[in-house]
Protein backbone atom coordinates (compact mmCIF):
# COMPACT_ATOMS: atom_id res chain seq x y z
CA UNK A 1 0.00 0.00 0.00
CA UNK A 2 0.99 3.30 -1.19
CA UNK A 3 2.01 5.66 2.07
CA UNK A 4 3.34 9.39 2.46
CA UNK A 5 6.86 10.58 2.87
CA UNK A 6 8.38 13.74 2.82
CA UNK A 7 11.93 14.54 1.88
CA UNK A 8 13.48 17.56 3.08
CA UNK A 9 16.92 18.96 1.34
CA UNK A 10 18.41 20.83 3.52
CA UNK A 11 20.55 22.31 0.71
CA UNK A 12 17.59 23.40 -0.94
CA UNK A 13 16.04 25.37 2.07
CA UNK A 14 16.53 29.09 1.85
CA UNK A 15 14.53 29.83 5.35
CA UNK A 16 12.02 31.50 3.53
CA UNK A 17 9.40 30.50 5.55
CA UNK A 18 6.37 30.02 3.55
CA UNK A 19 6.03 26.46 4.41
CA UNK A 20 5.67 27.78 7.74
CA UNK A 21 3.23 30.47 6.65
CA UNK A 22 0.91 28.78 4.49
CA UNK A 23 0.83 26.17 7.72
CA UNK A 24 -0.37 29.02 9.95
CA UNK A 25 -2.14 30.61 6.65
CA UNK A 26 -3.94 26.89 6.95
CA UNK A 27 -4.68 26.06 10.32
CA UNK A 28 -5.13 29.39 12.22
CA UNK A 29 -9.03 30.35 12.58
CA UNK A 30 -9.72 26.82 10.90
CA UNK A 31 -10.53 23.50 12.17
CA UNK A 32 -10.56 20.26 10.33
CA UNK A 33 -12.81 18.25 12.51
CA UNK A 34 -10.85 14.85 13.25
CA UNK A 35 -7.38 16.53 12.07
CA UNK A 36 -6.71 19.49 13.81
CA UNK A 37 -8.40 22.38 15.61
CA UNK A 38 -7.69 25.54 15.18
CA UNK A 39 -3.76 26.46 15.26
CA UNK A 40 -3.37 29.54 18.05
CA UNK A 41 -2.14 32.67 16.31
CA UNK A 42 0.76 32.82 18.52
CA UNK A 43 3.82 30.91 19.97
CA UNK A 44 2.98 27.45 17.33
CA UNK A 45 5.30 26.75 14.75
CA UNK A 46 4.41 23.43 13.50
CA UNK A 47 6.48 23.24 10.57
CA UNK A 48 10.09 25.41 12.25
CA UNK A 49 12.53 26.30 10.35
CA UNK A 50 16.13 26.15 12.40
CA UNK A 51 19.23 27.49 11.48
CA UNK A 52 22.65 25.98 12.13
CA UNK A 53 26.13 28.42 11.35
CA UNK A 54 29.34 26.83 10.14
CA UNK A 55 32.78 27.73 10.35
CA UNK A 56 33.95 31.49 11.05
CA UNK A 57 34.01 34.41 8.88
CA UNK A 58 34.89 35.21 6.30
CA UNK A 59 34.35 31.01 5.51
CA UNK A 60 31.26 30.83 7.04
CA UNK A 61 28.22 28.57 6.03
CA UNK A 62 24.79 28.70 6.83
CA UNK A 63 21.80 25.87 6.21
CA UNK A 64 18.68 25.80 7.38
CA UNK A 65 16.54 22.93 8.66
CA UNK A 66 12.56 22.23 8.44
CA UNK A 67 11.32 20.35 11.38
CA UNK A 68 8.08 19.05 12.11
CA UNK A 69 5.88 16.39 13.12
CA UNK A 70 7.84 13.30 11.49
CA UNK A 71 5.04 10.82 11.48
CA UNK A 72 6.75 8.16 13.00
CA UNK A 73 5.42 4.39 12.46
CA UNK A 74 6.99 3.60 15.87
CA UNK A 75 5.40 6.86 17.36
CA UNK A 76 5.83 7.03 21.39
CA UNK A 77 2.83 9.73 20.94
CA UNK A 78 0.85 7.05 19.77
CA UNK A 79 2.14 4.85 23.02
CA UNK A 80 1.76 7.92 25.11
CA UNK A 81 -1.90 8.73 24.71
CA UNK A 82 -4.56 7.58 26.36
CA UNK A 83 -8.03 6.27 24.93
CA UNK A 84 -6.54 6.18 20.73
CA UNK A 85 -5.95 9.81 20.93
CA UNK A 86 -3.18 9.72 18.38
CA UNK A 87 -3.79 7.02 15.77
CA UNK A 88 -1.72 6.20 12.24
CA UNK A 89 -3.48 5.81 9.03
CA UNK A 90 -3.03 3.19 6.84
CA UNK A 91 -1.76 6.11 4.90
CA UNK A 92 1.14 6.71 7.01
CA UNK A 93 -0.08 9.97 8.61
CA UNK A 94 -0.07 10.41 12.35
CA UNK A 95 -3.27 12.35 13.74
CA UNK A 96 -3.61 14.00 17.18
CA UNK A 97 -7.39 14.03 17.90
CA UNK A 98 -8.75 17.30 18.81
CA UNK A 99 -11.11 16.15 20.82
CA UNK A 100 -9.93 12.57 22.59
CA UNK A 101 -6.51 14.74 23.59
CA UNK A 102 -8.26 17.36 25.85
CA UNK A 103 -5.53 17.43 29.10
CA UNK A 104 -2.82 14.94 27.52
CA UNK A 105 0.24 16.56 27.81
CA UNK A 106 1.55 13.37 28.01
CA UNK A 107 1.63 13.41 24.37
CA UNK A 108 3.72 16.41 24.12
CA UNK A 109 6.25 15.16 26.43
CA UNK A 110 6.43 11.65 24.23
CA UNK A 111 8.23 13.12 21.12
CA UNK A 112 11.73 12.98 20.93
CA UNK A 113 11.70 15.67 17.95
CA UNK A 114 10.15 18.59 20.21
CA UNK A 115 7.10 18.94 17.26
CA UNK A 116 4.59 18.96 19.32
CA UNK A 117 3.13 21.90 20.83
CA UNK A 118 0.46 22.55 23.55
CA UNK A 119 -2.32 24.83 22.85
CA UNK A 120 -3.35 26.84 26.46
CA UNK A 121 -6.58 27.50 25.29
CA UNK A 122 -8.33 24.13 24.07
CA UNK A 123 -5.71 22.58 26.57
CA UNK A 124 -4.67 20.27 23.66
CA UNK A 125 -1.00 18.92 22.35
CA UNK A 126 -0.87 20.11 18.49
CA UNK A 127 1.49 18.98 15.27
CA UNK A 128 1.94 19.42 11.76
CA UNK A 129 -0.64 16.77 10.08
CA UNK A 130 0.18 16.43 7.28
CA UNK A 131 -2.42 18.12 5.56
CA UNK A 132 -4.33 15.10 5.66
CA UNK A 133 -7.71 17.21 5.01
CA UNK A 134 -6.90 18.48 1.79
CA UNK A 135 -4.97 15.29 1.05
CA UNK A 136 -8.08 13.71 2.00
CA UNK A 137 -10.00 16.43 -0.45
CA UNK A 138 -7.83 14.97 -3.64
CA UNK A 139 -4.36 17.33 -2.96
CA UNK A 140 -1.80 15.39 -4.53
CA UNK A 141 0.51 16.93 -2.07
CA UNK A 142 0.34 18.57 1.22
CA UNK A 143 0.08 22.77 0.94
CA UNK A 144 3.14 23.35 2.54
CA UNK A 145 5.12 21.51 -0.36
CA UNK A 146 2.80 23.23 -2.68
CA UNK A 147 4.40 26.60 -1.06
CA UNK A 148 8.48 25.63 -1.31
CA UNK A 149 9.85 27.21 -3.64
CA UNK A 150 13.24 26.15 -3.92
CA UNK A 151 11.71 22.28 -4.03
CA UNK A 152 13.38 21.50 -0.69
CA UNK A 153 10.22 20.05 0.65
CA UNK A 154 8.93 17.25 -1.60
CA UNK A 155 6.04 15.18 -0.22
CA UNK A 156 5.43 12.03 -1.84
CA UNK A 157 3.12 8.57 -1.79
CA UNK A 158 4.92 5.21 -2.65
CA UNK A 159 5.13 1.88 -1.31
CA UNK A 160 7.65 1.69 1.58
CA UNK A 161 9.77 -0.94 -0.75
CA UNK A 162 9.93 2.04 -3.21
CA UNK A 163 10.63 4.72 -0.25
CA UNK A 164 13.62 2.59 0.74
CA UNK A 165 15.24 2.51 -2.57
CA UNK A 166 14.82 6.51 -2.98
CA UNK A 167 16.39 6.31 0.30
CA UNK A 168 19.31 4.34 -0.90
CA UNK A 169 19.82 6.49 -3.98
CA UNK A 170 19.31 9.81 -2.40
CA UNK A 171 21.19 9.06 0.47
CA UNK A 172 18.78 10.36 2.69
CA UNK A 173 19.13 10.16 6.71
CA UNK A 174 17.06 10.19 9.78
CA UNK A 175 16.45 13.28 12.00
CA UNK A 176 17.60 11.71 15.49
CA UNK A 177 18.01 8.19 13.92
CA UNK A 178 19.35 7.45 18.05
CA UNK A 179 15.50 8.11 18.50
CA UNK A 180 14.57 4.80 16.31
CA UNK A 181 11.01 6.06 16.05
CA UNK A 182 10.89 4.94 12.11
CA UNK A 183 9.92 8.37 10.68
CA UNK A 184 8.24 9.37 7.39
CA UNK A 185 10.04 12.00 6.91
CA UNK A 186 13.79 11.99 5.39
CA UNK A 187 16.70 14.32 5.26
CA UNK A 188 18.94 14.88 2.17
CA UNK A 189 22.24 16.65 3.11
CA UNK A 190 21.87 16.22 6.48
CA UNK A 191 25.78 16.52 6.97
CA UNK A 192 24.97 20.62 6.65
CA UNK A 193 23.39 20.54 10.19
CA UNK A 194 25.00 17.40 11.72
CA UNK A 195 29.05 17.28 10.40
CA UNK A 196 31.65 20.07 10.98
CA UNK A 197 33.44 21.71 8.22
CA UNK A 198 36.51 22.56 8.57
CA UNK A 199 38.25 25.57 5.93
CA UNK A 200 40.77 27.99 4.96
CA UNK A 201 42.75 29.73 3.05
CA UNK A 202 46.40 29.51 1.04
CA UNK A 203 48.26 32.36 0.31
CA UNK A 204 52.07 32.60 -0.65
CA UNK A 205 54.58 35.49 -2.31
CA UNK A 206 54.92 35.51 -5.45
CA UNK A 207 57.28 39.10 -6.61
CA UNK A 208 56.67 40.44 -3.66
CA UNK A 209 53.51 40.62 -3.11
CA UNK A 210 51.01 38.25 -0.77
CA UNK A 211 48.77 36.25 -3.52
CA UNK A 212 45.87 33.47 -3.06
CA UNK A 213 47.10 30.32 -4.30
CA UNK A 214 45.07 28.52 -6.44
CA UNK A 215 45.42 24.35 -6.72
CA UNK A 216 47.28 24.48 -3.95
CA UNK A 217 46.79 20.54 -2.43
CA UNK A 218 44.99 20.23 1.10
CA UNK A 219 45.42 17.09 2.66
CA UNK A 220 43.49 16.08 5.94
CA UNK A 221 45.12 13.34 7.94
CA UNK A 222 44.53 11.56 10.99
CA UNK A 223 46.05 8.97 12.66
CA UNK A 224 48.71 9.26 9.70
CA UNK A 225 45.14 7.96 7.69
CA UNK A 226 44.63 10.58 4.65
CA UNK A 227 40.76 11.41 5.86
CA UNK A 228 40.24 13.67 3.04
CA UNK A 229 41.94 16.19 -0.26
CA UNK A 230 41.04 18.81 -2.36
CA UNK A 231 42.52 22.00 -4.02
CA UNK A 232 42.08 24.97 -3.17
CA UNK A 233 39.90 27.47 -5.39
CA UNK A 234 40.56 30.86 -7.63
CA UNK A 235 40.48 32.68 -3.68
CA UNK A 236 42.85 30.41 -2.58
CA UNK A 237 40.16 28.92 -0.23
CA UNK A 238 39.34 25.24 0.66
CA UNK A 239 36.72 23.34 2.70
CA UNK A 240 36.47 20.08 3.81
CA UNK A 241 33.28 18.72 5.19
CA UNK A 242 31.47 15.83 6.62
CA UNK A 243 33.34 15.59 10.10
CA UNK A 244 32.69 13.95 12.86
CA UNK A 245 32.28 16.99 15.72
CA UNK A 246 34.37 16.78 18.79
CA UNK A 247 36.99 13.64 16.83
CA UNK A 248 39.98 14.87 18.01
CA UNK A 249 43.42 15.75 16.20
CA UNK A 250 44.05 16.22 12.79
CA UNK A 251 46.99 17.16 10.67
CA UNK A 252 46.77 19.31 7.85
CA UNK A 253 49.50 19.48 5.19
CA UNK A 254 49.47 22.13 2.31
CA UNK A 255 51.65 21.72 -1.13
CA UNK A 256 52.10 23.80 -4.09
CA UNK A 257 54.56 24.16 -6.62
CA UNK A 258 57.20 26.69 -6.16
CA UNK A 259 56.78 26.65 -2.19
CA UNK A 260 57.70 24.64 0.74
CA UNK A 261 55.02 22.42 1.95
CA UNK A 262 53.04 23.44 5.24
CA UNK A 263 51.99 20.95 8.40
CA UNK A 264 49.58 21.90 11.19
CA UNK A 265 47.62 20.54 13.81
CA UNK A 266 44.37 21.10 15.11
CA UNK A 267 41.51 19.37 17.34
CA UNK A 268 38.22 19.12 15.76
CA UNK A 269 35.64 20.30 18.06
CA UNK A 270 33.26 22.16 16.01
CA UNK A 271 33.53 23.58 12.80
CA UNK A 272 36.61 25.66 12.31
CA UNK A 273 38.35 28.16 10.14
CA UNK A 274 42.21 27.42 9.97
CA UNK A 275 42.69 31.26 8.65
CA UNK A 276 45.21 32.12 6.20
CA UNK A 277 47.92 29.24 5.98
CA UNK A 278 51.48 31.17 4.58
CA UNK A 279 53.65 29.07 2.14
CA UNK A 280 57.10 30.08 2.19
CA UNK A 281 58.90 30.06 -1.39
CA UNK A 282 60.36 26.89 -2.02
S1 LIG B 1 7.43 13.25 15.48
FE1 LIG B 1 6.67 13.19 17.56
S2 LIG B 1 4.51 13.73 17.38
FE2 LIG B 1 5.18 13.16 15.34
S3 LIG B 1 4.72 10.95 15.16
FE3 LIG B 1 6.84 11.11 15.86
S4 LIG B 1 6.71 11.00 18.11
FE4 LIG B 1 4.63 11.48 17.34
S1 LIG C 1 9.29 26.83 1.82
FE1 LIG C 1 10.99 25.49 1.19
S2 LIG C 1 12.78 26.84 1.06
FE2 LIG C 1 11.18 27.97 2.19
S3 LIG C 1 11.65 27.53 4.36
FE3 LIG C 1 10.15 26.00 3.70
S4 LIG C 1 11.40 24.23 3.01
FE4 LIG C 1 12.77 26.00 3.14
Known amino acids: MKKWNLIIDVAECTNCNLCTLATQDEYVGNQWPGI ?8 HRWIDIKRKERGQPPLVDVAYLPVMCQHCDDAPCIKAAENGAVTKRDDGIVIIDPEKSVGQKQIMEACPYGVVFWNEELNIPQAWPFDAHLLDAGWDEPRAATA ?3 GAFRALKVEDSEMRRIRAEEGLQE ?3 EAATKPRVFY ?15 AGEISGVEECLHGATVTL ?4 DVVARCETDA ?3 FRIDRLDPASGGYTVKVAHDGFHG ?5 ELDDSITLGT ?6
Request: glycine share 8%.
Open 188 to 202: KNLHRFTKCVVAGSV
Open 221 to 224: LKDD
Open 235 to 237: FGD
Open 277 to 282: IRLSPG
Open 262 to 266: HTMEF
Open 36 to 43: AAEMPKHG
Open 175 to 177: LQP
Open 148 to 150: CPT
